[in-house]
């Protein structure tokens, strides 16, 4: 069978964008993964069953957007994440994740969409997320948080269904 791996390399070379969609990858997203300048990457729908690489903090100048949608990663959100300031789309849904948000997303100032859906999440959404200036679309559903800020609530976007959230319709569970 053909080599399946991604080349490393591709994250030390000089693009715009990058797009691995629908493959059969599987690796894991290597430690170089922060260095690449693009700013936007779309990894979605492939097996890499690893990490979220903390190096990711390392693209704080460049990256826009960035969506690792339905890969199997397997870890918790590494903190660095909150370095991307110029980050609008962060895009991490149906994958492994676990442990809570860490609060240093507080950090990403000019995020507009945040889709944390489908992993195994826990801890609260904090309202250092929820009141994040240009926020406008933060869904959470389908993990296991247990608490949420009650400013969430008015975000234009929001869905926090199927979570472990005393009082809210359409949790993990509880009949409605
Ligand atoms: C928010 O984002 C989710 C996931 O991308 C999408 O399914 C939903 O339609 C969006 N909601 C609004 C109000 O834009």
Known sequence: MADSNVPNKLFDKYLDAIFINHNRFQFELPDNFGNSPVSVIVVANNKFRGCVPASLGNMLRTLNEIILMENGLRSCLPPEIGLLK???????????????????????????????????????????????????????????????????????????????????????????
Do not use: W
């Open 86 to 176: 110029e980050l609008t789309v962060f895009d991490v849904s149906f994958n492994e994740l676990m442990g809570s948000l860490p609060e240093t997303i507080a950090g990403m100032v000019k995020v507009e969409q945040l889709n944390v859906a489908h992993n195994m999440l826990s801890g609260s959404a904090p309202a250092s997320i929820c009141k994040l200036p240009r926020l406008d679309n933060f869904t959470f559903s389908y993990n296991f948080f247990t608490g949420e800020a009650p400013m969430c609530l008015s975000l234009p976007g929001f869905d926090d269904r199927r979570n472990c959230l005393p009082s809210r319709p359409a949790q993990r569970l509880l009949a409605q």
